[in-house]
C-alpha cells in the first residue's frame, strides 16, 4: 500500500477576500478561497487548487503580463511568489506591513504594491536566478492615508495610486523632468479605483461615494522627457555606467517625497491635469457605497460594484449606462473582467461566492454562483453531502438548495 499522498484538489471552501484575476486566455479566474487560490476552469467547468497556503487568508493576488507568474499576499504581509506553469513557490518574502494591492506593469519588469500611506515599486524577478527575486527600486511618499488601489500606462512609464485622503497620485516610474508626480483631488471620500485610458496620460478616478472624476492630461506619454543629469551629478553617473558589470544602478533604493500643494516654481514646464468633468453613480437620495471597480480599455467599459450587490456597467468617457443588474443581497468585494470583455467575475464576500457574468447568451458558461442560487464551494449552512458510485458528481443540500460540484 501507497501512503504518499500529496495535495490534489481542495472542497468545500469559499471566496471570502482577494482580487480576482482573468488567465492570459480568458477562460479561467484565478480566485483567492481562504488561504489558498483556486483556479476555475469556465470552458470545461473545473476548478483546480494549486499546491500551496500562506498562513493567513489571501488579501491581495498580482498576476504577471504573460500568466506565468503570480505575487500572492495574505493579510499579515507575507508574500508568494508562484509559478503557475510547474505550480510551485519559488520565493518567499515579506512586506513588514498589511498590503493593500499588487501590480505588475504591463511591460512585466517592475511590480508596485501599496501598503500604508507609501507606495513601493519592486524590479519583477526575471529569467535569471537571484538570491533575492524581490528588489526595491523606489518608494513614493505623498498620500497621507492608506493606499489603496494602482494602475499602469500601457507604456509602463507612470502609475497612479488611489488613497483614502481623497487624493490621486500620478507617480512616474522612470525619472522624468516634467512628471514626478501629481496629486489630484476632487472627490469627497477614499478612492476606490483609478484607471488610465489606453495610451494616454488621461485618467479616472472613482470615489466610494459613487463620484467618478475625468481627468485630462496636457502631455502625451511620448513628450515625457527624462531628466538628464548636470554637474557632479553627471561625473558620478560617467563612474556608475563604468562600474555597471560591479553593481547595477537599478538596486539602489530610491525615495521621492511628493506634496499636496508643490511651489509655484516645481510646476513650471510639468504636466498639467484639468477635469473634464465629473459624474454621480447613485441617484438623488440613494447612498449605496461603492466598493469594487474595473476598466476595459480597448472596448471603454466601466464595470461597478456596489454594497448593496448591484453592479453598473458604463461607456466612457460618456458615462452612457449600459446595464444595471443585481446579483446578490451582499457587498460585491472585487470585479474582474477577461480579455475579450465578455466576461465579468464578481467576488461577494459576504455570501462567500463568486458570480460570473457572459455577454453571449448562446453559450453554456458554467457560473461559479448563478442567479438561480447554485453554488460552487459548500456553504457554511451545508447540511448533507453524497456522491454516486462512480465519484464523478458531488451532491451538497445547502437550505433547501441543491448544489452538484463535478469532482474530476
Known amino acids: 500500500m501507497k501512503f504518499a499522498y500529496r495535495f490534489s484538489n481542495l472542497l468545500g471552501t469559499v471566496y471570502r477576500c482577494g482580487d480576482l484575476h482573468f488567465t492570459c486566455d480568458g477562460n479561467s479566474v484565478i480566485s483567492p ?3 489558498r487560490v483556486t483556479v476555475f476552469d469556465l470552458k470545461n467547468n473545473r476548478s483546480d487548487t ?39 513557490v519559488l520565493h518567499q518574502f515579506h512586506f513588514k506591513g498589511s498590503v493593500h494591492s499588487v501590480s ?20 519583477a524577478p526575471g529569467k535569471k536566478r537571484e538570491f533575492n527575486a524581490f ?11 492608506e493606499t489603496t488601489c494602482i494602475d499602469w500606462t500601457d507604456d509602463s512609464r507612470c502609475f497612479v495610486v488611489g488613497s483614502k485622503d481623497m487624493s490621486t497620485w500620478v507617480f512616474g516610474a522612470e525619472r522624468w523632468d516634467n512628471l514626478i508626480y501629481y496629486a489630484l483631488g476632487g472627490h469627497k471620500d477614499a478612492i476606490v479605483a483609478c484607471f ?31 531628466k538628464a543629469p548636470t554637474g557632479w ?21 530610491t525615495t521621492i517625497r ?45 464595470v461597478t460594484g456596489f454594497a448593496s450587490g448591484i ?40 455570501a462567500f461566492s463568486i458570480a460570473i457574468e457572459t455577454e453571449p447568451p448562446e453559450e453554456n458558461v458554467p457560473e461559479v454562483q448563478p442567479r438561480s442560487g447554485q453554488r460552487a464551494g459548500l456553504q457554511p449552512e451545508q447540511t448533507t453531502e453524497t456522491d454516486q458510485p462512480d465519484h464523478g458528481l458531488l451532491l451538497a443540500g445547502v437550505l433547501g438548495k441543491v448544489a452538484s460540484h463535478g469532482l474530476f
Open 104 to 123: 505588475f506593469s504591463p511591460d512585466g519588469r517592475k511590480f508596485v504594491v501599496t501598503k500604508g500611506n507609501i507606495a513601493q515599486m519592486y524590479h
Open 33 to 35: 478561497v481562504g488561504n
Open 311 to 350: 453592479f453598473h456597467l458604463h461607456e466612457l468617457p460618456e458615462f452612457n449606462l449600459i446595464h444595471s443588474l443585481s446579483i446578490s443581497d451582499q457587498r460585491i468585494a472585487s470585479v474582474a473582467i477577461n480579455s475579450s470583455g465578455d466576461w465579468i467575475a464578481f467576488g461577494c464576500s459576504g
Open 258 to 302: 511628493g506634496k499636496a500643494t508643490p511651489a509655484e516654481e516645481e510646476k513650471t514646464g510639468k504636466v498639467k491635469y484639468s477635469r473634464l468633468a465629473k459624474y454621480f453613480f447613485n441617484k438623488e437620495g440613494d447612498f449605496n457605497n461603492l466598493t469594487a471597480a474595473a476598466y476595459h480599455k480597448k472596448i471603454h467599459l466601466l
Open 50 to 88: 494549486l499546491p500551496l497556503a500562506t498562513r493567513y487568508n489571501i488579501k491581495c493576488v498580482g498576476l504577471s503580463p504573460d500568466g506565468r507568474l503570480a505575487i500572492i499576499v495574505d493579510e499579515g504581509g507575507a508574500a508568494l511568489l508562484v509559478s503557475l506553469v510547474c505550480r510551485s
Open 135 to 145: 528588489v526595491l527600486d523606489k518608494t513614493y511618499f505623498g498620500p497621507y492615508d
Open 196 to 226: 488610465f485610458e489606453s495610451n494616454s496620460l488621461d485618467l479616472y478616478s472613482i470615489s466610494q461615494d459613487g463620484a467618478l472624476c475625468v481627468w485630462q492630461c496636457d502631455t502625451p506619454p511620448e513628450g515625457l522627457k527624462l
Open 233 to 253: 551629478k553627471a561625473d558620478l553617473l560617467r563612474r556608475e555606467e563604468e562600474e555597471e558589470e560591479e553593481e547595477e544602478e537599478g538596486e539602489r533604493e
